[in-house]
């Protein structure tokens, strides 16, 4: 059974840091690329991040590049998305999700196949 258990959320000021976390399980993780989505209660879900199966190639919505940055650990089954500059609108349930494709990386919610629970994200303004 595959599991993506995402942690880290939680309220921060505007202009503030978080980690986000996220740990496989039930996979070949190296063999998955790896992003994150966010949404909004009423919205559709965003792609906010991505990187290769690889490590090699990331790709970031332009509403975050330059303050967020994705990276994994496939000794730890671990992907990580280090937000700064944190702005009310990136106030978000933050997902964590699995592509099984060694081609490029999916930038739209059909392309993945596993998630995780989502954890929240607030920034006060």
């Known amino acids: 059974q595959v599991q993506l258990i995402e942690s880290g959320g939680g309220l921060v000021q505007a202009g503030g840091s978080l980690r986000l976390s996220c740990v496989a399980s039930?996979?070949?993780?190296?063999?998955?690329?790896m992003a994150w989505f966010r949404q909004d209660p009423g919205k559709e879900r965003q792609f906010v991040a991505g990187?290769?199966?690889?490590?090699?190639?990331?790709f970031y919505s332009p509403s975050v590049e330059g303050r967020f940055t994705i990276s994994r650990d496939d000794a730890k089954s671990a992907v990580y998305l280090e937000m700064n500059s944190l702005k009310a609108d990136d106030t978000a349930d933050y997902y964590c999700?699995?592509?099984?494709?060694?081609?490029?990386?999916?930038?739209?919610?059909?392309?993945?196949?596993?998630w995780g629970q989502g954890t929240q994200v607030t920034v006060s303004s």
């Open positions: 999700t699995a592509e099984n494709d060694l081609d490029a990386i999916g930038m739209t919610p059909q392309s993945y196949d596993y």
């Open positions: 039930g996979l070949t993780f190296s063999r998955y690329n």
């Open positions: 990187i290769s199966w690889s490590g090699m190639s990331t």
